[in-house]
C-alpha cells in the first residue's frame, strides 16, 4: 500500500514540473537588444564605395578629410571643397568689317594673280595679232570668266587699244581694271538686306548643296552682322546632318548669338518658323536661318526647301535669300545655281574659297547667269575670313600691282 502511495507522488511531482516547463517556455519573451556602443571619434571612416563619388549630387560641396591636431591625437575633419563651376564660352569680339576685302587683298591675290598677270602679259606684246587675242580669250575662259562676258571684254579692249595707239605697262593696267569693272559691275547694290523699315527682325536664309561651306557661312554672317552692332538669333533648320545643329549653336555662342533648333530629323520649317517667332519676341535685329545642304538633283528635297520658304513667310517677307556655291567648282556651281534659283527666289551670292584653286571669272558667270549680285566672298578657314564683295578690291587682286 505504501508502496502505491509513493509512486503517486513521484507521478504527480514529474507532470507538475513537465507543466511548469511547457508555461515557461509559452511566456518566455525575447531579451532586448543590446544598447548601441558609443561612436568612437578618434576612429577613422570607413572608405567610401567606388560608386559614391558618381551618386554626389552635382550642387553639394565635395568633401574631403582632413586631420587636426587635438588633445589625445589627430581627428578627422570634414572640409567642404568648393562647388564645380561650368565654363561659359568666352564672348569674342569679331573684326570689324568695313574694308575687310581690301585686308585680304593679298590672300585673295595668290591664286587670282595668273589671270591679271596673263593678261597684261598678253596685251603687252608689240603686236596684238589675231592669235593673241585667241589666246587672251582661252585665258578668260580658262578663269571661268564666261563665253559671252569673254567677248565683251575682247571686243572692249581691242576698240580701246586700237584707238590709244600707245600701250604703255601703266595704260594697259588701267584699261583692262575697266573692261573687268564693266564685267563684274560696279552700280549694283551688293548690301545684305538686313534692315527692313517696317518691322524686325530682318529674315535672311542661307541654301547651297552639300560641302559649300553654308552652316560654317551662317555662322561667319553671323560674326558679321555682330560686329556691326546688330543682334542675331540662329535658326538651325539643317535637322537631316546631326553636327549641323552644333555647329551653327557653337558659331553663335563664340559672340552671343541664340540658337534655335529643334530635334534630329525633325521637321525643318517648324524648326525656322519657331526662330523667326523667337527672335521677334526678343526683339532682335536679325534671324538667319541655316537649311541643310540639299543636292540640287533630288526633287523632294528641293520641294522640301520652298516649303521652308513659305512657312517663314506666315511671320513676314524674306528680306534675304543667299546662295552659297563654292568657288572651285567653276562651271559647275551654275548648274546649282539654276536648280535654287527655280525653287527660291535667290537675292544674292555667297562665294566661299575663293583663296584656293578658284578661278576668279566664276564671279562675273554667276551673277550672269542669275542676275543677281555677289554680296559675300569667302577667303579662308578663319572664323572672320567672310568678306562683303568689293568690286574695286576685287579687280585690283585680279591684276597685281
Known sequence: METVILAVVIAVVVLGALGGLIVGSRRRKPLPPPPPKTPDITAPPAEPHVGDEAETPRDEPRRTIEEVDLPGGPAPVAVAEPPVVEEVPEIEIPEP??????RLRTRLSRSQNALGKGLLTLLSREH??????????????????????????????????????????????????????????????????????????????????????????????ARVLVADGRTVVLGAADTFRAAAAD??????????????????????????????KEGKEIG????????????????????????????????????????????????????????FAEVVDITGIVLTKLDGTAKGGIVVAVQRELGVPVKLVGLGEGADDLAPFEPEAFVDALIGD
Do not use: C, Y
Not at 549653336?249 to 518658323?273: I, L
Open 284 to 339: 532682335v535685329d536679325v534671324v538667319l536661318i541655316d537649311t541643310a545642304g540639299r543636292l540640287h538633283t533630288k526633287t523632294g528635297l528641293m520641294d522640301e526647301l520652298g516649303k521652308v520658304k513659305r512657312v517663314v513667310e506666315k511671320h513676314a517677307p524674306l528680306d534675304e535669300v543667299l546662295l552659297v556655291l563654292d568657288a572651285t567648282t567653276g562651271q559647275n556651281g551654275l548648274v546649282q545655281a539654276r536648280v
Open 128 to 221: 596684238l595679232d589675231e592669235e593673241t587675242w585667241e589666246e587672251i580669250e582661252d585665258i578668260l575662259l580658262t578663269a571661268d570668266v564666261g563665253v559671252q562676258p569673254t567677248q565683251e571684254l575682247v571686243e572692249g579692249l581691242r576698240e580701246r587699244v586700237k584707238v590709244l595707239g600707245t600701250r604703255t605697262p601703266e595704260e594697259l593696267r588701267g584699261l583692262l581694271r575697266e573692261e573687268l569693272l564693266k564685267l563684274v559691275g560696279t552700280d549694283v547694290d551688293r548690301t545684305v538686306k538686313t534692315e527692313p523699315e517696317d518691322r524686325k527682325p530682318g529674315i535672311v536664309m542661307v541654301v547651297g548643296v552639300n560641302g559649300t561651306g553654308k552652316t560654317t557661312t551662317t555662322g561667319k554672317l
Open 247 to 276: 555647329q551653327l549653336q557653337t558659331w553663335g555662342e563664340r559672340v552671343g548669338a541664340h540658337t534655335v533648333r529643334g530635334p534630329e530629323a525633325g521637321d525643318p520649317a517648324s524648326v525656322a518658323f519657331d526662330a523667326v
Open 97 to 102: 568689317t568695313a574694308g575687310r576685302l581690301v
